[in-house]
């Protein structure tokens, strides 16, 4: 690895942290067939391999044979700290971050690096924000996790919905709902790996179950308190979806994330804001029957998935870090989200958020490719600075703008 510029002059705009990964790969596709025609953007791919990142580079093709490779050892905290200082954004993809990302983010922090991922790890988070705010604050680093389809969806959608309320009725709505109406896509082996993770982390440290338990669990410090919420595992009829709702296996991190928005951006939304998620299933018996089917395979994964040998033997069968779904599967998937927004005097608002590609992966890559660009390009750190941040809460209108103008998302009152 050489160190070509200093902090205060990077090289890169933008650093594509775990580049010979399945999803850095899709990254790396995304910045060389749609960003770079549109916008002159300085990037590097960089892991620990040289040799599979130069295989990488040379699957991309001739549109990729000049772009640089940096190394490091990932466990090499001074090597890490050379690299990120070539950077203005560290985009990074290797996770479990519980397992693999603190050393990376601690350099962030300490050197003034903007820096965005694609956990869904809450308790991480936590610990991140604990340990490493102060110095991020410091050094004017704005750390921005969770920016794949956990959670830019559920963050930016309430942030839009909220923002087109207060055009008409100048308040904001008080309780918010997501349900999930559609959705197709390949299981990522990223975020099984990152459940099994926090699952085993649960095992040992029964202190880490309740956080996972605590929906104001990514709060600032002094904002951890708040209404009581909603389930997180809802199996019920819901009038206000007009149909029967199923627990979401991705509301554990989407709620955290929307409420440390409402706190940081001073309780926008309001101080008694309500939010929860759900997948929506159908109206009648036939949606109950599904609701109940739904519930009860997931009671039935996650109870195992709480024993060693049954995780340990589950496990085999489930996607590999690394490992992702076809092209015709990443491309012909899709999202619908539906937010439903009530304000104090009973009226009802409803907005829809769409995607073009596979949640976990196609959509993934460009929301947390846009999500690097928009912190290098389109907030300036005299506008937001240091600390560890939402992506509403850091990018909000701006990065609303590029998700709709190119990364296929929709942001629509419905």
């Known amino acids: 690895m050489t160190d070509q510029n200093s902090a205060q002059d990077p090289a890169y705009d933008v650093l594509v942290w775990g580049a ?7 990254i790396c596709e995304y910045l060389i067939e749609e960003v770079i025609d549109n916008e ?16 990488i580079r040379a699957e991309l093709g001739e549109a990729a044979k000049d772009v640089p490779i940096v190394t490091a050892d990932a466990a090499d905290e001074a090597a890490l ?15 479990p971050y519980a397992k693999y990302g603190t ?20 308790p991480w988070v936590r610990n991140m924000i604990d340990t490493y705010e102060e110095d991020a604050k410091k050094s004017g680093a704005r750390i921005v996790p969770c920016c794949g389809f956990d959670s830019i969806p559920s963050d930016l959608g309430v942030y839009f919905l909220d923002r087109e309320v207060k055009k008409q009725k100048n308040a904001p709505c008080p309780q918010i709902k997501m349900r999930v109406h559609n959705a197709r896509g390949g299981m990522s082996g990223g975020t099984i790996d990152s459940m099994l993770t926090m699952m085993e ?24 308190d708040g209404p009581k919420q909603p389930s997180d595992t809802p199996v019920e009829y819901d009038a206000d979806a007009e149909g029967w709702i199923a627990p979401f296996v991705m509301a554990g991190v989407n709620t955290r994330v929307v409420h440390r928005s409402n706190a940081l951006l001073d309780y926008a939304y309001g101080r008694d804001f309500l939010y929860d998620e759900a997948m929506y299933m159908g109206e009648g018996v036939g949606g109950a029957m599904k609701t109940f089917a739904m519930a009860g395979g997931m ?6 998935m709480a024993f060693s040998p049954a995780r340990n033997f589950i496990a085999r069968f489930l996607p590999k870090p690394g490992e992702g779904p076809s092209q015709e599967t990443r491309e012909t998937g899709f999202y619908d989200l539906r937010f439903i927004g009530k304000t104090e005097d009973g009226e009802k608002f409803n907005a829809q958020v769409t995607g073009d590609r596979d949640p976990g992966y196609g959509s993934t890559a460009k929301m947390i490719v846009e999500s690097a660009l928009c912190l290098a390009f389109d907030v300036p750190k005299s506008q937001v600075g240091g600390g560890f941040w939402t992506p509403a809460s850091a990018m909000g209108d701006p990065l ?10 929709t942001f629509d009152m419905v």
Not at 81 to 95: F, I, M, R, S
Not at 299 to 304: R, V, W
């Open 103 to 122: 050393p990376l983010i601690a350099a962030c922090a300490r050197h003034g690096v903007d820096y965005v991922d694609l956990t869904g790890e809450a």
């Open 400 to 409: 609303l703008k590029r998700l709709v103008a190119r990364a296929g998302l």
């Open 299 to 304: 009671g039935a994964f996650m109870g195992a």
């Open 40 to 55: 002159r953007v300085r990037w590097a791919m960089g892991g620990r391999n040289q040799e599979k990142l130069e295989g």
């Open 81 to 95: 700290e050379k690299l990120v200082k070539q950077a203005k954004v560290v985009l990074t993809t290797v996770g």
């Open 20 to 26: 010979s990964g399945f999803v850095g790969k899709l």
């Open 201 to 224: 982390e649960a095992g040992r440290d029964p202190s880490i179950r309740q956080k996972m338990n605590d929906r104001y669990l990514i709060n600032p410090a002094d904002k951890r």
